[in-house]
């Protein structure tokens, strides 16, 4: 028998297998650049209205960008599932200015550590940021290296999800 965290957690499993599927369609469909973009929000409760409102903030801000920048965008999609808000922008631009656009916007707005822009060529292929001469992510409390905290566990999900509170009580204007 399982309890409801399996059940989120599973149900969480579920919604990244199908947003995979959802980015290959649409770049099937499109044959253009992919960005896909959530949050980095851990553990199992990722679909409050708060959270919709930061993506929404996010994703503002990320077309804006495009538009000033003169990319096309051929299609918009919002999806809200287990594992959180999921945004898609099919975009007539180069990727790797597209993904230079993403890492601009994660790190000037006041909500973009939250943001997690990804960046999928015509070939299928994520453009990294490090591809557009940036480093890598930090950690959110401390000076490693995102993914290694990440996979490590290395802090507790309450202390992350604190800190990633305050950050948004911190900007509460902008989420009115």
Do not use: W
């Amino acid at each position: 028998m399982t309890n409801g965290y399996d059940r989120k957690l599973v149900e969480i499993l579920q919604a990244k297998e199908d947003r995979a599927l959802r980015q290959k369609e649409l770049l099937n469909r499109y044959s253009s650049a992919l960005i896909s973009f959530a949050l980095n929000i851990p553990g199992p409760d990722k679909d409050t209205s708060i959270y919709r409102k930061v993506h929404e903030e996010g994703m503002k801000a990320l077309k804006r960008e495009i538009i000033e920048q003169a990319g096309d965008i051929l299609h918009e999609e919002i999806n809200y599932r287990a594992a959180g808000q999921e945004g898609f922008l099919c975009v007539k631009m180069d990727a790797a200015v597209m993904k230079a656009i993403t890492v601009k916007i994660e790190e000037e707005h006041p909500m973009g550590r939250l943001f997690d822009m990804d960046v999928i060529n015509t070939a299928g292929i994520p453009v990294g940021r490090m591809d557009v001469g940036h480093r890598e992510r930090k950690c959110l409390l401390c000076d490693e290296k995102a993914v290694v905290c990440s996979r490590s566990k290395r802090h507790p999900l309450n202390e992350l999800l604190q800190k990633i509170h305050e950050l948004i009580e911190k900007h509460n204007f902008l989420i009115r």
